[in-house]
């Protein structure tokens, strides 16, 4: 009996010692044995990784027995995804081999940051924006990154969306596709709407908050985003994927892929099609678009040419709702826009825009050392949004009434935009020892034609169809060019330089709505410089800090409004400090920013002799603040990963200006008030979000080809002010609400992934709105305020489906 009690013992301790003891490690090098420093190394099926050290090494303990997928990968190198059976400790040497065929890495490199860039950033790769995209627009595919706000006209993310990074507007943060420009040369902004289902080709996005680095086309002035769609697929597919949601929803695409041919030619397309009612009342979206990418690639060369188009129409929700109506449940879908039709709201008062993009990337290893990557681009735009107005002047649109008695009329207007964006953009990128360095910079014109356009009158007057009501013309040409030189100083230390120089030309000419003539011209010159310094001790650490200057142009509503003067460019002066870790289980990440702003422009209330209003130069304001993110792995099956960002948002002292109607009721004056210290708008103190994941199946022959995750996602967004009054009553309420995503894959031979997934978003029902405006003045003695406010939906559904062939 003993004997057998023994033996039973032995087993017990030989069982518990294998499953304690179970480890993995290893050394990456390449075909002429030299080390790779921080490759990538992940056990899929653990959901386990680490990276390699400055000799190659790794290791990763604690594991599970059994036999698992491991895939190493590393930027110019094929990756390589072996079998490897865990049962006690290993020591296995991976060799990887250059890629000799595939450059879509090199296309970013010179606008993007990495490991040695001192400078603050967040990368996602294809899988973390697939469990994300639910059909709905880029900024609600980000919105879980730190200092990330988005909103929604429609209150779904389906239609006009917007996102601001550390309390940045849209017009402030700078956007490439394959470090092509994206922003809206006049407005600087970006149209979401108009490239629906963009996410669903894109392959990753890097974020990098702050100035960043020197990048293409609009100035980074709190952030930049940047998307890589230029990846070759080396397998054929396709893919079918459909969403069906509250509101109606409908999103159904299809993708498609040749594979990497004989010949070295390779195709890639998605055609979507998105439609929904939206949340609030008549927000509806009807969307299609297209994306179609062909690639030829040698043994040192890429040569690419990627259209992709984007129709959208949506029923304007652009007014909000009122403040005491957004704050119930039956209310708060009131949209006005339409409503000055007698009886029905106008059927047709849309948003109607297309835009198509074309790009041509070719690059080239010119030497071991050197790459070369040129681009050229087409960006064609051309739609309109219509309205009906009630009891217009028929001198508003420089018209004769048909006679004395008719002064006035119902009329539709359509606000046309036709324009043209073209140019190009280079870099030459050099790699060896010590030394990376980049030289780039770009060339675009934007040509484009703003115009009014009357459909309908109820009296005609003496307008003819076709006829202009106003029009503009307006030439744009922006040049920059840029030098970036990371420098290893020491073993683990790097120091990071980067020179910008950006010229720009902008000449309007023509009148507005008001019958104003609006011509003028303006030549700018910046200089924007960057430095900084990496600290790299081991493979999982790293210390960075840096200084960057960053000039912005006023955007073409900045300088209408101030005619006959010019405004002053605004200038931000931008100072990063962080430490990022990246340890067996989890990543850390905590960063310190300042950015203090010269001459920032901001509406104060003050108005143009037309009434509309001034955004002033204001002297000083600044942000400051404390970013932290990150994730551990608490169990097997359980996973943490959450961010905060705590920040004090201040305008040092400007003069605000409001409207006085006690001073003539006919006509208002206005009165002045010295604000001290007030927040900047739109800039909540604190933005907070985590993700608790749970996969339950992840050992076993089952896991090989099931996974199932639930995940609970929540976000906090503290109270904003509305405007820059830092008036207590003009505020946006504190909000948080929660999403929860189920996702379950099977992988097979025929049919290689199978998915279906569920999203029940705001899960426990907020009432919040994400974005607001304000009207602030004095009437009878006493301040008023006028709010609109841009509520999005209580709980609603997505069921999304995909199947990969």
Do not use: C
């Not at 396709?238 to 509250?246: D, F, I, L, M, R």
């Not at 304001?621 to 990150?630: A, K, M, N, T, V």
């Not at 994941?693 to 929540?714: I, M, R, V």
């Not at 978003?761 to 709010?787: H, I, K, T």
């Amino acid at each position: 009996m003993k004997i057998k009690l023994s033996i039973a013992a032995a087993i017990l301790l030989l069982s518990s010692s294998v499953w304690a003891q179970v480890s993995l490690r290893g050394k990456i090098s390449d075909a002429a044995g030299q080390p790779l420093v921080g490759a990538n190394v992940w056990l899929e099926e653990l959901k386990r990784g680490t990276t390699s050290d400055r000799f190659g090494g790794f290791s990763l303990s604690d594991l599970s027995p059994g036999t698992f997928q491991i895939v190493i990968s590393y930027v110019g190198y094929q990756d390589l995804v072996e079998k490897v059976e865990l049962s006690g400790t290993h020591e296995l040497a991976f060799v990887l081999s250059e890629k000799t065929y595939n450059m879509d890495a090199l296309v970013v490199k010179s606008t993007r940051a990495d490991r040695k860039t001192p400078m603050t950033y967040s990368n996602l790769n294809a899988e973390q924006i697939n469990k994300n995209n639910q059909g709905q627009d880029v900024p609600f595919i980000l919105q879980w990154t730190p200092s990330a706000v988005v909103t929604s006209d429609a209150g779904t993310g389906i239609g006009y969306t917007g996102i601001r990074i550390r309390g940045t507007d849209a017009t402030r943060i700078n956007v490439t596709i394959n470090g092509i420009p994206l922003n809206d040369s006049e407005s600087q902004g970006v149209f979401w709407v108009n490239m629906p289902d963009f996410a669903s080709s894109t392959n990753d996005v890097q974020i990098q908050r702050g100035v960043g680095t020197s990048t293409n086309g609009a100035a980074a002035f709190g952030a930049s985003i940047n998307l890589n769609t230029a990846k070759v697929n080396q397998d054929a597919y396709a893919e079918v994927n459909g969403t069906v949601g509250s509101f109606n929803t409908l999103r159904s695409n299809v993708q498609f892929g040749t594979g990497l041919l004989k010949n070295g030619f390779s195709v890639d397309g998605r055609l979507s099609k998105i439609s929904s009612d939206g949340y609030i009342d008549r927000a509806s979206s009807d969307l299609n678009s297209y994306y179609l990418s062909a690639a030829w690639t040698g043994k040192n060369q890429l040569l690419r040419l990627n259209v992709f188009s984007g129709h959208e129409i949506t029923y304007q929700a652009w007014n909000g709702v009122p403040a005491n109506l957004a704050n119930d449940w039956d209310t708060r879908t009131y949209n006005s826009a339409g409503t000055e039709k007698p009886g029905e709201p106008y059927h047709n008062e849309v948003d109607d825009y297309r835009q198509t993009h074309y790009q041509l990337i070719f690059n080239r290893a010119v030497a071991k050392s050197w790459n070369l990557n040129l681009a050229l681009h087409y960006t064609r735009g051309l739609g309109f949004y219509e309205q009906y107005k009630a009891e217009e002047s028929f001198s508003d649109y420089n018209l004769l009434p048909p006679n004395d008695s008719i002064q006035s009329t119902d009329l539709v207007r359509q606000l046309w935009l036709d324009n043209d964006f073209y140019g190009g953009v280079y870099a030459l990128t050099y790699a060896k020892g010590k030394v990376d360095f980049s030289l780039g910079g770009g060339y675009n014109i934007y040509d484009g034609r703003h115009y009014g356009k009357l459909p309908w009158l109820q009296y005609s007057g003496d307008y003819a169809p076709g006829d202009k009501y106003y029009q503009s013309t307006s030439l744009k040409k922006d040049f920059n060019v840029y030098a970036k030189l990371n420098y290893q100083l020491a073993r683990n230390l790097y120091a990071y330089g980067d020179l910008q120089v950006r010229a720009i030309n902008y000449v309007l000419k023509g009148n507005d709505r008001q019958k104003r003539d609006i011509s003028l011209e303006d030549q700018l010159r910046f200089f924007n410089p960057k430095f900084g310094l990496s600290y790299l001790p081991n493979s999982r650490s790293t210390w960075y800090t840096s200084f960057a200057v960053a000039n912005r142009e006023p955007n073409r509503d900045d300088y209408l409004s101030a005619l006959p003067n010019a405004p002053r460019p605004e200038r931000l002066y931008n100072t990063e400090a962080g430490y990022k870790y990246a340890g067996k289980k989890g990543a850390l990440e905590l960063n310190v920013f300042h950015m203090y702003y010269k001459d920032q422009l901001a509406v104060t209330g003050q108005i143009n002799d037309v009434g509309a209003p001034i955004k002033i130069n204001i002297p000083q304001s600044y942000r400051l603040g404390i970013e932290l993110s990150g994730g551990y792995q608490l169990s097997k099956v359980l996973r943490f990963q959450g961010n905060a960002a705590w920040s004090r948002n201040k305008i040092v002292e400007f003069t605000e200006f409001v409207d006085d109607y006690d001073t003539d009721f006919n006509w208002l004056g206005q009165k002045e008030f010295v604000r001290k210290l007030p927040d900047l708008a739109l800039s909540p103190a604190l933005i907070a979000g985590v993700e608790l994941a749970f996969s339950p199946f992840q050992n076993g022959t089952w896991a090989e080809k099931q996974n199932l995750t639930l995940s609970l996602l929540s976000r906090y967004v503290g109270q904003q002010y509305i405007d820059n009054s830092g008036d207590a009553s003009n505020v946006l309420e504190a909000y948080t609400f929660s999403d929860l995503r189920i996702v379950y894959q099977h992988k097979g031979q025929f049919l290689r992934q199978v998915e279906l997934s569920l999203w029940v978003n705001n899960l426990f029902n907020a009432m919040y709105a994400s974005n607001a405006w304000s009207y602030r003045y004095l009437y009878e003695g006493q301040g008023a305020v006028d709010q609109g406010m841009y509520p999005m939906a209580g709980r609603n559904l997505m069921l999304g489906g995909k199947v990969r062939f």
